[in-house]
């Protein structure tokens, strides 16, 4: 009896418009979408379109939902701004393809969709089973307009969030106001495609969460999540597009990332068992997540008690607050870096790396070009190498930093090099450990680490980090990792060792000039088979080595090891050696006072470095000038160090039975009774600054005048009052006198006669950098005269040139 009346009633409800019950998903000009339960369907039930009421409001919006989520929730709201006080309301297509919401009978739109250009043909409206709505014309792929452009609180797969660059077209979420309201709330989430592309929540226009840059598997380099079987990220960013996106991993799984009114941001996933949306991602999760709040240059680590601290060698700011826990004055460092004295790196590992507010971002650059370019500008606080954008530089304060357990990031922190020789363990060291090493060191680990990732797919290649260090207890120290190049890939690199590709024969085997498949320039010392060093010796040793890097030494980049061959793998320097530029009267010419200067000082760094602040001490034993090789800049950086027995800190002595090192350089206390110190690399370096002042080798030095040599020529004339007249004639004049005068006699300073006597580095470098120092007069020098010694020109290795097979080795600790 009841069924009749129902029936017609629903006919005449509907009588000139579709068919609904069927579930639609278009709708074209002639037909209309009213309030009276009417919706579109996706064609495969994913998604609805219609009018609703939010939780616990009578107002009506048009907007989309999950088709089979029975809690109500809408991904999507058109009219969020213009509520529907009936149910009035009226959605249809216009000729010229707009989609149009109006109260029936009312004129005044509501909310219209902005389609991009009116539409010549005939237009419809389609719900796609991605939840997009979207406008067609004809059959064409070109949506006149699309929801998916017009996000609101949430995104689902193929909706995106960040920037079209080309069309200058941003895509951002923002909260509603509040669970009954869909009005734009007080949360925006939008990507900053400045330098490092990070996700940047904010309550009104104050910061107050960022994701942290992607890092190509996920935002910030966080912990990874753990078994995401729901969805996998997407992030894209290339010329035309920078924006973050996800994909479900299967069909089945319903998922949407949210923005809700609190600002809270999380990726759900429905549990159709439950019947309740799941938070799977929760970002903003923990308290370090909130925004800078432990200051500039505070690392905020949640698994710390207090949870912010100062990285070794800052300090805080208010030390009062600090303990009463207010963070929010930051950290400051105990020595400022002054852009006069020399400076490095202090690598942090494990972090969101800081707030990109002022920066520079290189996407082309090299590690080493991104940390010259820190050095080079003196508001540069730090640097990263990231593989989405390259190479960023920060100025100014760095913010928001926090340090994760697992995961994250490496940034470099700018110091003065005093800090950075002076190491202190923080005491309650976690995974994501501090270390402080020279900046050049980490630099040249990430180059090996690219190198390594390369060879690693190469067959035979193993980590030479792994053997060596197997049982061995590491403290949480870095664990070096060595390429180990295969003897295939240094024959092809090298031209099978051609006597073409031969640049040079240093004390302990030819050097080789050669290529990689990458591009990268190397050069290969094959060391002489008689070395008579075990494998493991040699791995230890080249690992030592590994860990001395300063932009004065040459980096080793990794070594071979082949049956009987070893070799070492250096990167390549285009201006040859030292020895090639000033010994020869034409090529001379181009060296200047300043740029001879230049290289004096860089010399005197990288020796301080060896001596003091890598943490080996390292004696040269054989610093000459073949053994400094000039990069593209004329850069100085030493060679061959460490090649002599290495010492650490905790040896007091060593014996060995070789005496390495070149005669004309060698000190009288190490050529005659094999005793060394950093004193004898002192005197070569003073030898070294005289040859390079005079252009003259002290080994061969003639002077019609005389017998003595470099060394006692140059001292005859300083006791003579005429120290000028050593000064290369090649090079253009005028020369400043002062700073000649002060190299000379720091140079007689160096190669006085008693070790005792002579300065150690760190004065030397004083010596050097200060404009009027009171220097000291400076001693009779040793082996003043040429004859005194012997007449080879070679570097002696592994054989000894004295009768004794035993040499003492003592170290004299130069502080
Ligand atoms: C719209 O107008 C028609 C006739 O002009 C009227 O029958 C109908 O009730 C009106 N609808 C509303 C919601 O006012
Ligand atoms: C459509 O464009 C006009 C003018 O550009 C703008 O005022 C209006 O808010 C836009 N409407 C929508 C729904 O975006
Ligand atoms: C940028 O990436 C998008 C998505 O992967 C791709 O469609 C587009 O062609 C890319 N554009 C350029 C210039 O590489
Ligand atoms: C926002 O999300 C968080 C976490 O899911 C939840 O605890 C909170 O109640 C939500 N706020 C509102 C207003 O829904
Ligand atoms: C930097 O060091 C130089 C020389 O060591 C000194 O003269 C100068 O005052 C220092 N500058 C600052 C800002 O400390
Ligand atoms: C250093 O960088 C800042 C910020 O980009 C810039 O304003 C300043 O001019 C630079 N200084 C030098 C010496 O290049």
Request: with cysteine; hydrophobic share 35%; charged share 20%.
């Amino acid at each position: 009896m009841m069924v009749f009346p129902l029936i017609v009633l629903c006919i005449l409800a509907i009588p000139l418009s579709v068919f609904f019950t069927n579930a639609l998903d278009t709708l074209s000009p002639s037909q209309t979408l009213t309030d009276n339960g009417q919706t579109l369907v996706s064609v495969g039930e994913h998604f609805e379109l219609g009018f609703f009421s939010p939780w616990n409001s009578g107002n009506r919006y048009v907007g989309i939902w999950f088709k089979q989520v029975p809690l109500q929730t809408p991904i999507w709201v058109a009219n969020r701004n213009n509520p529907i006080t009936d149910s009035s309301g009226v959605l249809e297509i216009t000729p010229t393809g707009n989609i149009l919401i109006t109260k029936s009978n009312q004129t005044n739109p509501i909310w219209y969709s902005n389609s991009s250009s009116p539409s010549a043909t005939t237009s419809t409206v389609q719900l796609l089973d991605t939840g997009n709505l979207v406008v067609k014309s004809g059959n064409s792929w070109n949506y006149l307009w699309q929801s998916f452009d017009d996000p609101c609180d949430t995104l689902v797969p193929g909706m995106k969030l960040g920037w079209n660059l080309e069309a200058k077209k941003e895509w951002y979420m923002t909260s509603w106001k509040s669970l009954g309201d869909p009005a734009p709330g007080d949360y925006t989430y939008r990507l900053d495609p400045r330098g490092l592309p990070q996700v940047v929540l904010r309550q009104g226009s104050t910061v107050v969460y960022r994701s942290g840059p992607w890092d190509g598997v996920r935002f910030g380099g966080g912990p990874p999540l753990k078994e995401n079987t729901v969805f996998s990220p997407i992030f894209v960013f290339n010329e035309s597009y920078v924006y973050y996106s996800f994909q479900n991993i299967d069909d089945g799984i319903i998922s949407r990332f949210v923005v809700n009114q609190s600002g809270q941001l999380d990726h759900m996933t429905w549990n159709p068992r439950l019947g309740e949306w799941n938070s799977i991602v929760a970002l903003r999760g923990d308290t370090c997540d909130g925004y800078n709040l432990c200051g500039s240059y505070g690392l905020c680590n949640t698994n710390k008690q207090p949870i912010c601290n100062c990285p070794d060698g800052f300090e805080p700011r208010q030390p009062l607050d600090w303990k009463r826990l207010t963070w929010t004055g930051g950290c400051v460092r105990t020595t400022e870096p002054n852009c006069s004295t020399p400076q490095g790196f202090m690598k942090v590992s494990g972090l969101k790396l800081p707030d990109t507010s002022n920066f520079l971002v290189n996407s082309g650059m090299s590690k080493v070009d991104c940390e010259a370019a820190c050095l080079r500008n003196c508001s540069c606080m730090g640097y990263a190498k990231t593989d989405i954008s390259g190479c960023v530089v920060w100025f100014g304060e760095l913010l928001d930093i926090r340090m994760y357990n697992e995961g994250g990031q490496d940034l470099y922190i700018r110091m003065a090099a005093s800090e950075l020789g002076s190491k202190k363990k923080k005491p309650t060291a976690v995974i994501a450990s501090v270390s402080v090493i020279s900046g050049i060191l980490v630099l040249g680990l990430i180059s090996w680490f690219v190198i390594r990732k390369r060879i690693v797919q190469g067959r035979g290649a193993q980590r030479l980090g792994d053997a060596t260090n197997q049982g061995q207890q590491n403290n949480g120290e870095e664990n070096l990792e060595l390429p180990l190049f295969d003897l295939a890939t240094i024959s092809t690199a090298t031209n099978n060792f051609s006597i073409d590709n031969k640049i040079g024969e240093g004390g302990f085997g030819p050097v080789y000039r050669g290529q990689l498949s990458t591009g990268r320039e190397i050069a290969v010392k094959r060391l002489s088979k008689t070395s008579g060093q075990g494998l493991k010796e040699f791995k230890n040793e080249v690992i030592l080595i590994s860990k001395l890097q300063h932009r004065n030494l040459v980096r080793l980049l990794g070594c071979c090891i082949h049956e009987e061959e070893r070799m070492l793998v250096y990167e390549y320097m285009p201006n040859k050696s030292l020895d090639f530029l000033i010994f020869n009267q034409t090529r001379g010419t181009s060296l200047n006072w300043d740029k001879r200067f230049d290289i004096i000082v860089g010399i005197a760094r990288g020796l301080l470095y060896l001596h003091r602040d890598s943490r080996l001490r390292i004696i040269h034993r054989d610093l000459k000038a073949s053994n400094i090789l000039l990069d593209g800049e004329l850069n100085p950086k030493i060679s061959d160090f460490g090649l002599a027995r290495t010492f650490g800190g905790d040896q007091p002595e060593e014996n060995t039975n070789r005496v390495i090192g070149t005669y004309g350089y060698m000190s009288p206390e190490y050529a005659i009774d094999g005793l060394f110190s950093v004193k004898s690399d002192v005197f070569s370096f003073g030898v070294l600054v005289l040859e390079i002042v005079s252009g003259k080798k002290n080994r061969g030095f003639y002077h019609p005048d005389h017998d003595l040599n470099l060394l006692g020529h140059a001292w005859k004339l300083w006791n003579e009052g005429k120290p000028m007249k050593l000064v290369d004639a090649s090079m253009e004049t005028p020369v400043p006198t002062l700073e000649v005068l002060r190299c000379i006699q720091m140079a007689l300073l160096c190669v006085q006669q008693r070790p005792e006597d002579r300065p150690g580095m760190p004065s030397v470098l004083l010596m050097l950098d200060s404009e009027n120092p009171t220097l000291l007069q400076p001693k009779q020098p040793g082996f003043y005269s040429e004859r005194f010694m012997g007449d080879t020109d070679s570097s002696s290795t592994g054989r000894n040139p004295f009768t004794s097979n035993e040499v003492t080795i003592t170290t004299l600790h130069g502080r």
